[in-house]
């Protein structure tokens, strides 16, 4: 295995899929790209987590105003490389993507030709899985390549 993609969100559980899936990508010297897809405009404005990976929250990283489309690529560019920076690794590649999330990550997965997906599953239940669907669900149905998926959970918070 040569490529691993690894896809983040801004919950507070990404720092545990990106190291972990950063921890697979160099055991296998494999060359590492985080994904982060900008998928529902209105999901940016209503944000209230708690630090991850230095930023204080992100509703106050004082980057963002939930104006443009552009403006929310622009934060998921220097959210990326904050990862990057956090991760100490200079070779890490990074990759923005808008649309469905689950449609996103594969289309990454394809274009780049992974060999490897690392996602996290929030392991959402009823209702919430029913509203917000499951992303990690999509992906392991319509992926061509393998998934390496990290359970995560509200209060696995760091």
Do not use: C
Request: net charge negative; aromatic share 6%; charged share 25%.
């Amino acid at each position: 295995m040569k490529k691993v993609l690894i896809a983040i969100d801004y919950n507070p559980t990404a720092q545990k899929i990106a190291e972990t899936g950063y921890s697979l990508a160099k055991s296998m010297n494999a060359e590492i790209t985080l994904v982060h897809v900008v998928a529902d405009y209105t999901y940016y404005s209503s944000l209230d987590y708690s630090p991850i990976m230095g930023f204080d929250s992100f509703s106050t990283m004082g980057m963002v105003q939930t104006n443009t489309v552009v403006e929310l690529e622009k934060a998921a560019h220097e959210y990326l490389e904050k990862t990057k920076k956090h991760l100490g690794d200079t070779s890490i590649k990074t990759l923005v993507k808008d649309g469905d999330s689950g449609d996103a990550i594969i289309e990454a997965s394809n274009d780049l030709e992974a060999d490897v997906i690392v996602l996290g599953s929030h392991s959402r239940k009823g209702l919430d899985k029913i509203l917000m669907g499951s992303v990690a669900e999509k992906v392991l149905r319509h992926s061509k390549v393998p998934l390496f998926i990290i359970p995560v959970s509200e209060k696995e918070k760091k």
